[in-house]
Structures are given as structure tokens and as C-alpha cells.
């Protein structure tokens, strides 16, 4: 049944995922990977939010950590993307626009991560 859980939950997040690509090459164009650094940050923020949550509220199912950590975030979180456009840029010759991004994406994702812990801790009191 857990695995049906995260099944079910990756879909969803994948789906998420490619509607902020979308979006995000619509809005701002192809010459960044703009979605995927929005969806990592984005996506470590509420890791944060989850984790902390469920460490405050330990008397809630493992079925729901599963579906929203390992299913959703899982799904709509894209460091394996990240990488390959990484190499794409530094492949293009575009240096400076992947080191900026690797920089980006890792600190304004553990950024996101330690908003999201900060957040909850500042609304549930344990």
C-alpha cells in the first residue's frame, strides 16, 4: 500500500512540476532553466514545512509523511533535471550562467529549507 501511496504522489508532483516549467518558459523564455530552479526552492521550502510539522505532530500517520515527502515533493523536486542543465549551459560554453546557477539553486534551496522549518516552528508551539 506504500508504495501506491508514493505512486500516487510522485504523479502529482511530477504534474506540478511540468506546470511550473511551462509556466516558467512561457513567462521568462528558454535561455535559463528558470522552472527548475523555481520548483527546487520551492520545493525544499516545503520539505521544510512538512518535516517540521511532522516533527511537532508525531502522532501522525507515516501514510501521509509518505505521500507528501517521498510522493509529491519527490515527484516535483528536479535535481536529476538540475544536473543535466548544468551540463547543458557549461556545454553552450555558458560558464558564468551555470556557475550561478549551481550557486542559486543550492543555497537559495537550503535557504528555502530553513524558512520552511522557521515558519512552522514560529506557528506550532510544541
Avoid at 501511496?5 to 532553466?33: C, D, K, S, T
Avoid at 528558470?34 to 500517520?61: D, I
Wanted: positive net charge; glycine residues 14%; aromatic residues 12%.
Amino acid at each position: 500500500m506504500n508504495y501506491l501511496i508514493v505512486f500516487l504522489g510522485a504523479g502529482i508532483g511530477g504534474a506540478m512540476r511540468h506546470g511550473v516549467n511551462v509556466a516558467a518558459l512561457r513567462l521568462l523564455g528558454a535561455n535559463f532553466p528558470w522552472g527548475t530552479l523555481a520548483v527546487n526552492v520551492a520545493g525544499s521550502f516545503v520539505m521544510g514545512l512538512v518535516a517540521e510539522y511532522f516533527a511537532l505532530k508525531s502522532g501522525l500517520p507515516q501514510q501521509w509523511r509518505l505521500f507528501l515527502t517521498t510522493g509529491i515533493l519527490g515527484g516535483f523536486t528536479t535535481f536529476s533535471a538540475f544536473s543535466l542543465e548544468v551540463a547543458l549551459l557549461y556545454e553552450r560554453g555558458e560558464l558564468m550562467a551555470a556557475g550561478l546557477y549551481v550557486l542559486g539553486s543550492v543555497v537559495l534551496a537550503v535557504v528555502g529549507l530553513f524558512a520552511g522549518l522557521y515558519v512552522i516552528r514560529s506557528i506550532v508551539v510544541p
